[in-house]
Every structure is written in C-alpha cells, then in structure tokens.
C-alpha cells in the first residue's frame, strides 16, 4: 500500500525539481499513470491515492478493468488502435493519443457519432529512428490536420511520441525537442493543447522539451 503512495510521491517531488531546472510550471504537467498488466486492486490503491488519469494500451485489457473501476478515471488509449475495435473503447476513452493515419480518424469520427461523442485525439507523430514504431511523419501533419476539420465528432487536442529506445540521452533529446517544436508550431492555428510524450525513462528530458502530459508505468506501479 505504502510503496505505490511514495513512488508517487517522490515522483512528483522530482516533477517539480526538473520544472524549475527547465523553467515549467509543474501545474502544467499531467501525470498518465500507466496500468498495463497491473492488477484491479493496484489500479484502485492509485486511484484512492488521487491518481485519475490512467492509460492502457491494449482494448482488450481496458475494456475488462473499465467496468470494475470508478466512473470518473480518464481513461487514456496510448498503445496501437486496430480499427476494428474502435467500436468498444468509443463509448467511455477520455483521449485516444496514438492516431497514426487518417483511416482510424475516420472511423473513430463515425464511433463517436454513433455514440453522440466528441472523442478527443492526438496525431502519433514517428519521431524515433526505429523501424518498428508507429506514427505519421512529420511531413504528413499538416495535410492530416487540414482534412482532420471534415470529422465533426472527433477533436485533435495536440501530438503524441515515443522517442527511441536507447541509451542515448543525447539522441532521446533530439527526437522530444523535434516534437516540441512542431506542438509550438500547430499550437496557435490548431488549437493544440496536449503534447502527450515521456514515460519511466526519460520524462525529465520530455519535461524539459516542453510536454505537456507524461505516461509513467514502472515508476507508479513497478516493473512489470
Ligand atoms: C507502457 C507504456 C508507457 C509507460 O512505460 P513505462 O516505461 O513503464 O513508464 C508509456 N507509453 C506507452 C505508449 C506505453 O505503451
């Protein structure tokens, strides 16, 4: 009970620390709490601590826990949407964040209508240099963004990253300061309110790049 209490807490602790290094407000900073493969129990001991906004990545395993959980958490889809199964987060997802083509835009505006939502979104942009990850590239955002405005049911609240999985500090900076700087581009025209990047290993240098919500895992819940 204790532990998941203070890893929050040192958590925070060290938000702010980096905040003031970087000149941000750590009012400014969401906290996603990442809940893939952790228990329902866990999930409540981190809900009862103040915790309410908590990300899965698979719609098999969030449409199970939803259901035994308070009504009031926003439920954050971070992890590669099929199409297909659209359909059973579109009811209740407070924010899809990994919108990678306009294929699955379109499918979520015709959910959300169905369901009589606006289903808030973020554009997945591929940031990293591997193969494997999903994403838009940064030269297809601004056609996406422009044909975005014929989907009435959905909103694009901002952008989305995942920076390479490396070592490498320097090369991680590289990718989350790109990201930052195309969110400080579209912000003004798009009206860009979330920048969704950083997770256990490298939110200090998301913060310091300018994100805006950070989707922590091991660091709330342990390894998995
Ligand atoms: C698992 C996951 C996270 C959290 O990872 P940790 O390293 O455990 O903090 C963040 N974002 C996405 C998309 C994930 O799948």
């Known amino acids: 009970m204790a532990e998941i209490s203070e890893r929050i807490t040192s958590l925070q602790k060290n938000i702010e620390r980096i905040c003031v290094s970087s000149n941000r407000n750590p009012a400014d900073i969401t906290i996603i709490g990442v809940t893939k493969t952790k228990s329902v129990e866990k999930i409540q001991e981190a809900y009862n601590l103040g915790l309410r906004d908590l990300g899965e990545n698979r719609v098999q395993e969030l449409i199970q826990k939803y259901p035994e959980l ?5 439920w954050h889809f971070i992890g590669h949407l099929q199409k297909n199964k659209v359909k059973l987060v579109a009811p209740f997802v407070y924010l899809i964040h990994s919108i990678d083509s306009m294929e699955l835009l379109e499918k979520i505006n015709e959910e959300a ?16 240099k591997e193969e ?10 601004e056609k996406i963004l422009s044909e975005s405005k014929n989907f009435p049911n959905i909103t ?16 991680i900076k590289e990718e989350f ?3 930052g700087e195309l969110f400080q581009q579209y912000k003004a025209a798009f009206g ?13 240098i998301a913060i310091a790049c300018g994100t805006t919500h950070i989707r922590i ?5 342990g390894e998995r």
């Not at 860009?192 to 200090?204: H, K, N, P, V």
């Not at 895992?217 to 819940?221: D, S």
Request: charged residues 20%; aromatic residues 8%.
């Open 113 to 128: 209508k169905r369901n009589s939502r606006i289903i808030n979104c973020l554009l997945e942009i591929k940031i990293a």
């Open 177 to 179: 300061f790109l990201l």
């Open 70 to 74: 308070p009504k009031n958490i926003r």
């Open 217 to 221: 895992g091991t660091l709330i819940f």
């Open 132 to 141: 494997t990850k999903y994403g838009i590239s940064p030269n297809n955002l």
């Open 192 to 204: 860009f309110t979330i920048l969704s990047m950083g997770m256990s290993s490298d939110y200090e």
């Open 156 to 171: 694009i609240q901002g952008l989305m990253g995942m920076a390479t999985f490396t070592d490498d500090k320097k090369q």
